[in-house]
């Protein structure tokens, strides 16, 4: 079993549009966690740091269940510029150390 | 902000050759850097973990022997690709990290190995 799982998608869904990306972890003592996006043949780069109570950046938010080892991301009033791969990231030992990848989910955005 | 550059960006080589990656920190420390590969469609692998100055810690499956991390200086590490295979054919990035933990990696920009 694959430490981070993610839906590979791909999500086509017009401009304007909702959308919501799930991930499971597997390893409980699982410290951090963040979403990144990677677009084609690039590095990956940060998109947001997800806690437990929840939070928001713009049209971004992450939601993280500890219980249910399960971490969320919803991005609203999809953007053209939104296109890419979304991953879902863990960190085995806290903060920004050791980074564990999930596959990605693709998002595709057309007009 | 801080930047990783990661040299070459593109290399094709042939079977049973060795390849150089570096990885340099251009404005900061990098107590520690780590190691990816990934491969189409796949998730970012973790290889490796180096520290400046200690010896690298690998991840499960990855041959130390094959994959040669040097980190002899707070700017500097390399990836070696020993006698190189056309199944090593990936995408190498590095990112960097200034021991703390608490700001966000730095990535590279990344090595597409084609050996053929």
């Known amino acids: 079993r694959k430490e981070v799982e993610q839906d590979p998608g791909p999500f086509n869904v017009p401009e304007g549009a909702t959308v919501a990306f799930n991930c499971t972890y597997s390893?409980?003592?699982?410290?951090?966690f963040f979403w990144y996006r990677q677009d084609c043949r690039k590095e990956p780069k940060l998109l947001m740091s997800?806690?437990?109570s929840g939070n928001e950046d713009g049209r971004f938010t992450a939601q993280l269940n500890r219980a249910s080892q399960y971490i969320s991301l919803l991005i609203r009033d999809s953007k053209l510029s939104d296109s890419a791969t979304y991953l879902c990231?863990?960190?085995?030992?806290?903060?920004?150390?050791?980074?564990?990848f999930g596959a990605g989910t693709r998002l595709a955005v057309h007009p | 902000g801080a930047v990783v550059s990661q040299h070459p960006s593109r290399v094709i080589c042939k079977s049973g050759t060795s390849v150089k990656i570096e990885c340099r920190s251009l404005?900061?420390?990098?107590?520690?850097m780590f190691w990816y590969r990934q491969f189409p469609k796949q998730s970012l692998m973790l290889m490796a973990t180096?520290?400046?100055?200690?010896?690298?810690?690998?991840e499960q499956g990855v041959e130390k022997d094959k994959f040669l991390i040097n980190h002899a200086s707070l700017t500097l590490s390399t990836l070696t690709v020993t006698s190189a295979h056309p199944e090593d054919s990936s995408f190498y990035i590095c990112?960097?990290?200034?021991?703390?933990?608490?700001?966000?990696?730095?990535f590279g920009n990344g090595t597409r190995l084609t050996v053929t």
């Open positions: 180096s520290n400046e100055g200690s010896k690298a810690t690998y």
């Open positions: 404005d900061f420390q990098a107590t520690t």
């Open positions: 990231v863990v960190s085995r030992s806290g903060g920004y150390n050791k980074l564990i």
């Open positions: 990112s960097a990290s200034s021991g703390t933990g608490v700001s966000p990696l730095h």
């Open positions: 390893n409980s003592a699982s410290q951090s």
């Open positions: 997800v806690y437990s």
